[in-house]
């Protein structure tokens, strides 16, 4: 007895719930995976050998490389500035604009995707504008090309760089900045030389997430692109659909997953010997390069040194500021980047209420038809239900089982609960489509293949990773002392837990419940390879009907779909939930 007990007061026995459901369901089959790959027994390279002698294979890899990294460029270039002047806002105009970037990252990504089949389709919102002005005589091609599947991807991906990137600027000391100001750097010198290389951690994560994540794109490249856009994980899809072999489709997942790791690996440790400022080298000017140089950049700078100091000395007091049109550009371009986040959700939710048989913008009259033939269509309704009764079988599920995880690692030595942590969030930190393939063969084996029941156990994986993000979050400010002080007052852990610990962490707690049931809701990849003919969720019923037919009544599904997260926002703020932006930084930093 006294053996159990001791059992049970060790942190490591919290997790075992969830190390459980994460080793049968994916860990187990990922190695089985790997070894099916490989042949086992026999062992042999036949199927990557096979994978590499066919050339549209490579150029399918290679294709996918550069998309992946071509959508994470534009979306550093983009979410950098952007998540800059988010910063240097004022406190309620900061909050404003985190607000408007979560709001896209918590859409469904189909429904921002099918946003975009509206606006650039051949009879879309542009082609008819330019239509009705007499631009053009026949639509233009903006559909179904590599461009449109940048705009759709960067659209989804960038939230999630700007995010890391808002949360780690927002932790740097703005008086090193006036510092360098106060000793004559100019504005840019002082950003480069201080800032820049202090907000390389946010870079960093928020550029792998996206490239890792990018990686896996399969829904946004099928809608938005063409045959000669495809990637790898619509190769890997429809090998799954139409094949059953499962070597070659296991050795195709390993190469993508292969690509992931590689890429994490290199980049990740090149930048993280830049995050400590004093192990940096000081930088060389191209100057300092040449021999023959040195001696003309030494009297010139004697020559100028006393202007500078005058001008130091001249500004040395003065207020410092940016200029007045440097204000004006970085405004606008705030501007644009937030109309190009929220517009094409907006543009769907007034189209949804079109009186016209066909979508419009802007709608001929008022009218709530095609939110009448959602709830009086069995189809729609119906699949409704069943991702509603997913999710909230799956937010149970994942809160309980990531909260006791969370818990007990939060009372692990450190290299342990680096470990543990690392092992339990690798689900969400390779590309989706891997995941997926080990989830279905692991079903296969437990006979749970085409089932509600192996649906929830997928979905749970992820699940749990975001409940035990949010919580370990929500613990991190937690003071250990009055636990002991509890137990002092020989309260035993359990009540301990229940009187103390509880209260103190309930927002986090629902916070990833909430997060956690979103995640479900919305998922998609994993659900077209598991669920079978005879399961329709909302997210496949929507995905059927966006590639086979144009049903005006997806308009209305879709605006019901953002209302979610906005709803769940408010049940957060009314929580009293104040983790958000630590669980971005934390789970962008858990990706690297």
């Known amino acids: 007895m006294k053996t159990l ?43 990557y050998q096979a994978f590499f002698s066919q050339p549209a294979n490579i150029r399918v890899l290679f294709q996918t490389v550069e998309i992946s990294v071509v959508a994470t460029a534009i979306c550093l270039l983009i979410g950098y500035p952007t998540a800059y002047m988010i910063v240097v806002a004022s406190k309620y105009v900061r909050m404003a604009l985190i607000v408007l970037v979560i709001v896209p990252y918590l859409t469904s990504g189909l429904v921002r995707t099918y946003a975009w089949i509206v606006i650039l389709g051949d009879r879309g919102l542009i082609n008819n504008l330019l239509l009705d002005i007499g631009l053009i005589s026949s639509p233009l091609p903006l559909i179904y090309n590599r461009a449109a599947v940048y705009v759709g991807m960067v659209h989804i991906m960038l939230p999630m760089m700007i995010l890391p990137l808002v949360s780690v600027m927002m932790g740097i000391d703005k008086s090193l900045m006036a510092a360098a100001r106060s000793m004559g750097a100019r504005p840019f ?38 045959l000669r856009d495809a990637m790898l994980s619509t190769f890997i899809a429809s090998q799954v659909q ?48 040449s021999p023959s140089l040195g001696a003309p950049k030494r009297c010139l ?13 001249a500004r040395l007091y003065q207020a410092g500021g940016d200029s007045r049109w440097s204000k004006i550009v970085g405004t606008v371009f705030l501007v644009l980047v937030m109309f190009y986040l929220l517009f094409p959700e907006l543009l769907v939710v007034i189209m949804s209420f079109s009186a016209g048989k066909f979508l419009e913008f802007p709608p001929s009259g008022f009218s709530l038809q095609w ?49 543990l942590t690392m092992m339990i969030l690798t689900p969400i930190t390779i590309p989706v489509i891997a995941v997926g393939i080990s989830i279905y063969f692991g079903l296969i084996k437990l006979g749970l293949l085409n089932s509600i029941t192996g649906i929830v156990l997928a979905h749970t994986i992820g699940g749990i990773c975001y409940v035990v993000v949010i919580v370990s979050a929500a613990l991190v400010n937690f003071d250990p002392r009055l636990e ?9 852990p359990l009540r301990t837990f229940m009187r103390v610990t509880l209260p103190l962490i309930r927002p986090g707690i629902i916070g990833g419940a909430i997060f956690a049931f979103l995640a479900s809701f919305d998922e998609l990849v994993i659900t077209s390879l598991i669920a079978g003919p005879t399961i329709r969720t909302l997210p496949l019923k929507m995905w059927e009907d966006v590639r086979h037919q144009v049903d005006p009544t997806i308009a209305a599904v879709a605006a019901l779909l953002m209302a979610l997260p906005v709803f769940c926002l408010i049940v957060l703020y009314a929580a009293g939930w104040r983790s958000g932006p630590r669980v ?5 930093e858990r990706a690297t």
Request: net charge positive; with cysteine; hydrophobic share 50%.
């Open 5 to 47: 007990r001791k059992l049970g007061r060790m942190p490591i026995v919290l997790t075992v719930p969830t190390l459980a459901v994460l080793l049968v369901v994916f860990g187990i089959p990922t190695i089985q995976l790997f070894l099916t790959s490989l042949n086992a027994p026999a062992l042999s390279l036949a199927n």
């Open 189 to 226: 010198t002082a950003f480069w030389r201080v800032f820049f290389p202090l907000s390389m951690p946010g870079v960093r994560s928020g550029s792998l997430l996206v490239f890792v994540i990018c990686l896996g794109f399969y829904i946004t490249p099928a809608a938005l692109g063409g």
């Open 242 to 289: 139409t094949s059953f072999d499962m070597g070659r489709v296991a050795a195709s997942a390993f190469i993508l997953l292969a690509v992931g790791v590689v890429v994490v690996s290199v980049v990740g440790l090149d930048l993280s010997r830049a995050q400590d400022p004093t192990t940096q080298r000081p930088r060389r000017s191209w100057l300092s390069l």
């Open 301 to 313: 700078s004697q020559f100028l040194a006393p202007r500078r100091a005058k001008r130091w000395t």
């Open 371 to 419: 939110y009448r033939s959602f709830f009086t269509d069995p189809s729609w309704y119906n699949a409704a239900w069943t991702s509603i009764q997913i999710a909230l079988v799956v937010a149970t599920l994942s809160t309980i089982a990531g909260t006791l995880a969370a818990y007990g690692l939060n009372a692990m030595l450190p290299r342990v609960r680096s470990f």
């Open 484 to 492: 002991q002080a509890a137990k002092s007052m020989r309260a035993g």
């Open 584 to 588: 971005l930084r934390t789970l962008s």
